[in-house]
């Protein structure tokens, strides 16, 4: 009697069907880790048609993401890194790789490895020392397909005061270049780029960036080590770009009282600086932008009439992200009235020090008088924070019942966190908008999944 083959479909698919199955096991951030509980190792471990399917299409092994913080297994990835890259065949590369931390070079095989792909370098993110980079700032290109640049200098304490020129800033497609840590000079003017993050040493260097990527909508100043404030007053060839989203990172506001950004709807700034509210107010009349996001942080220490007429001259603002060491009651209360962000339906204030259980309350009394929102987080951070009572728990699941999603945590020592409704707890650290996300560890975030869309 003969013996009947099982039938199994999953066999029968034309093999183009098959990768293109297998394209959607790959994370959709497009960064790969070598995991062979995920793809594409793991189609390839299922049966011999899928693993010769796997191997044969390029665009499968066309990322790659390496976490070099263990140094046991530094060795062992040299070699896989190789066979990985040799599978990619000619298509685009996405690089991804978090150095070792104590600030120790990269090994020796994986760098000349990532070197010698150079042409087809698609994204590289890099969290690399000061020698690497000045390295990789010696390959001469081309570079046809390079597209995101994100590199950070993982020793801090070094070369920030190393100047260097990059041929690679002036890949043709880049649209999406950050640097941390590192000084140089952004290269020629691209009309490609629409998202950057640069250091600056001088408050106007940044219509430099204007006038070097006329089409940016995504840009974040950070301060160089060597900054300093100048009050000259920029002189613009060209208009100010299609800016969308702007951060000030410790650099001062001194750009806002130049520019006029009419496109302008995500503003964040992050300074421990006194009185910068009256210049946010300024900057937003001036420039009639629409703001739909707007993040400060310890705007607790501006005074408070200030800040209240900064907010009520951005009516468009639907999330507001507050981060305060102590606020005092006014800055809570000034967000109560409904003519104050009329637009408002989320909220995310994160405080520190804070060792009173009448703050749970305060908060309280904020979104009761904001039925409209539709999120609100609330982050304590620090030693000796309290718990919220039973009573003020009840409180906010009574809110919550109205359609908001509310969202507690206190960090400290003993994490604790409070949700409504009840789901998978949120990382809500996120949300507040400062500093940046970033993709796993200590690695260089980038906006555009690859490759990036405008």
């Known amino acids: 009697m003969a013996t009947q083959q099982s039938y199994v479909p999953a066999l029968t698919l034309p093999n183009e069907l098959m990768t293109h199955i297998f394209l959607y096991c790959l994370p959709p951030h497009g960064r790969v880790r070598p995991n062979p509980k995920t793809g594409p190792l793991l189609v390839a471990q299922i049966c011999r048609h899928w693993r010769a399917v796997a191997l044969s299409f390029p665009r499968l092994w066309a990322s790659i993401a390496l976490d070099l913080t263990v140094e046991s297994v530094i060795n062992q990835k040299i070699a896989l890194v190789g066979l990985w890259l040799s599978r990619a065949s000619r298509s685009p590369l996405s690089i991804t790789i978090n150095g070792p931390l104590d600030g120790s070079r990269l090994p020796a095989g994986i760098f000349s490895l990532i070197k010698s792909s150079s042409v087809q370098w698609g994204r590289l993110e890099l969290m690399i020392p000061a020698p690497d980079f000045l390295e990789l700032c010696e390959v001469a290109g081309p570079f046809p397909h390079l597209q995101v640049v994100a590199i950070e200098n993982a020793d801090h304490s070094e070369g920030n005061h190393i100047e260097f020129r990059a041929p690679f800033l002036d890949a043709p497609k880049l649209q999406v270049l950050r640097i941390d840590c590192f000084e140089c000079t ?70 806002l ?23 946010i107010a300024d900057f937003v009349a001036r420039s009639s932008c629409m703001l739909k996001v707007l993040s400060l942080e310890f705007p607790d220490k501006d005074d408070p009439l200030e800040l209240e007429r900064a907010l009520r001259a951005s009516p468009s603002i639907i999330t507001l992200c507050f981060s305060f060491n102590s ?12 003519d104050v962000l ?45 718990l919220p009572t039973a009573r003020q728990i009840a409180g906010f699941g009574a809110v919550a019942e109205r359609g908001m999603h509310i969202t507690l945590k206190r960090e400290d020592d003993d994490q604790k966190s409070w949700q409504w409704p009840d789901g998978p707890e949120e990382d809500i650290d996120e949300n507040f908008g400062f500093g940046d996300p970033v993709t796993y560890g200590s690695l260089p975030y980038v906006w555009n999944r690859y490759p990036p869309t405008v």
């Open 186 to 255: 952004p290269g020629k003017r691209s009309q490609s780029t629409s998202a950057v993050k640069f250091p600056i040493r001088r408050s106007t260097e940044i219509f430099q960036m204007f006038e070097r990527f006329p089409n940016l909508r995504h840009l974040i100043v950070t301060r160089a080590s060597n900054y300093r404030i100048d009050g000259l007053t920029p002189e613009l060839s060209d208009p100010c770009p299609p800016l969308r989203s702007l951060v000030l990172y410790d650099c001062g506001v001194m750009p």
């Open 257 to 279: 009282k130049h520019l006029t950004l009419p496109t302008l709807e995500d503003l964040k700034i992050v300074d421990t600086k006194d009185g910068y509210s009256r210049v």
């Open 327 to 338: 606020p005092p009651r006014i800055v809570w209360f000034m967000l109560h009235p409904l």
């Open 342 to 386: 009329p637009c408002l339906t989320n909220i995310h204030i994160r405080t520190e020090g804070m060792d009173d259980v009448a703050k749970w309350d305060i908060f309280l009394g904020l979104v009761r008088a904001r039925p409209a929102l539709l999120v609100a987080d609330f982050l304590a951070v620090g030693g000796g924070v309290p």
